[in-house]
């Protein structure tokens, strides 16, 4: 079988809903093609949707990682609580918050991305010509996407592993992993959004001649 055939049974694969099916159909080859290729599709979806949708692109994902690390230091307060003054313990206290720290981990990372608060080298760019600085910016764009694509196909893997194994989470019942694993590629989707709105920006700068490269600002927009 073509990669392209193999490409094109990861979407009957996924439309079938049968974990099976999407195991086998994401171990062939042809899956790095089509994440290659919903990579820079769901990618720009996310772009659009940011764009038609100011509070979510302002709120989305540091809203979500706020939540879910507020849910991490609950469970682990209600815990310590439980164990030292009930003498009792709930089995997922422990098992739980680390998935949930992942989820958190993942979208906050896509939130830092928008801010360019990653390694930039802004201080040395800064004092490249408007063509080097679009250069650099285009190779990070590139990095970035390779990144994302990388991620999201060894993810949705994983996943469908996960689930066509019914996995639970340690210490809980009814709990699956592969619902804290499909946030992954979620999250490296709205990540490559992030990237190609920032490098859509950068080039409507570029050829306007506005200031390419800003300082970037931890904690805050730039």
Same mark, same amino acid.
């Given at each position: 079988?073509?990669?392209?055939?193999?490409?094109?049974?990861?979407?009957?694969?996924?439309?079938?809903?049968?974990?099976?099916?999407?195991?086998?159909?994401?171990?062939?080859?042809?899956? $790095?093609?089509?994440?290659?290729?919903?990579?820079?599709?769901?990618?720009?979806?996310? !772009?659009?949707?940011?764009?038609?949708?100011?509070?979510?692109?302002? !709120?989305?994902? *540091?809203?979500?990682?706020?939540?879910?690390?507020?849910?991490?230091?609950?469970?682990?307060?209600?815990?310590?609580?439980?164990?030292?003054?009930?003498?009792?313990?709930?089995?997922?206290?422990?098992?739980?918050? =680390?998935? &949930?720290?992942?989820?958190?981990?993942?979208?906050?990372?896509?939130?830092?991305? /928008?801010?360019?608060? !990653? &390694?930039?080298?802004?201080?040395?760019?800064? /004092?490249?010509? =408007?063509?080097?600085?679009?250069?650099?910016?285009?190779?990070?764009?590139?990095?970035? &996407?390779?990144?994302? $694509?990388?991620?999201?196909?060894?993810?949705? *893997?994983?996943?469908?592993?996960?689930?066509?194994?019914?996995?639970?989470?340690?210490?809980?019942?009814?709990?699956? /992993?592969? $619902?804290?694993?499909?946030?992954?590629?979620?999250?490296?989707?709205?990540?490559?959004?992030?990237?190609?709105?920032?490098? &859509?920006?950068? $080039?409507?700068?570029?050829?306007?001649?506005?200031?390419?490269? /800003?300082?970037?600002?931890?904690?805050?927009?730039?």
């Amino acid at each position: 079988m073509s990669i392209v055939a193999e490409a094109v049974a990861v979407i009957g694969a996924i439309f079938s809903g049968s974990s099976w099916e999407m195991r086998s159909a994401f171990d062939t080859n042809g899956m $790095w093609l089509f994440c290659f290729f919903a990579t820079l599709i769901c990618g720009y979806l996310a !772009h659009l949707f940011y764009n038609y949708v100011p509070f979510a692109e302002r !709120h989305l994902e *540091r809203g979500l990682s706020v939540i879910v690390y507020l849910i991490i230091a609950a469970i682990i307060c209600w815990g310590v609580i439980d164990r030292f003054i009930f003498s009792h313990q709930w089995s997922g206290s422990t098992t739980i918050p =680390p998935f &949930l720290f992942m989820v958190m981990a993942w979208f906050a990372c896509s939130y830092n991305v /928008k801010l360019r608060t !990653h &390694l930039s080298f802004s201080e040395f760019r800064a /004092k490249m010509s =408007p063509t080097g600085q679009m250069a650099t910016l285009t190779m990070d764009s590139l990095l970035w &996407l390779g990144f994302c $694509w990388i991620a999201i196909t060894t993810s949705l *893997r994983f996943t469908a592993l996960s689930a066509d194994n019914f996995q639970l989470v340690d210490g809980v019942d009814d709990v699956m /992993k592969w $619902w804290f694993y499909i946030t992954v590629p979620i999250a490296f989707t709205l990540m490559a959004g992030r990237v190609i709105g920032n490098w &859509l920006e950068d $080039w409507n700068n570029y050829r306007s001649g506005d200031q390419i490269i /800003k300082q970037a600002v931890i904690g805050g927009d730039v």
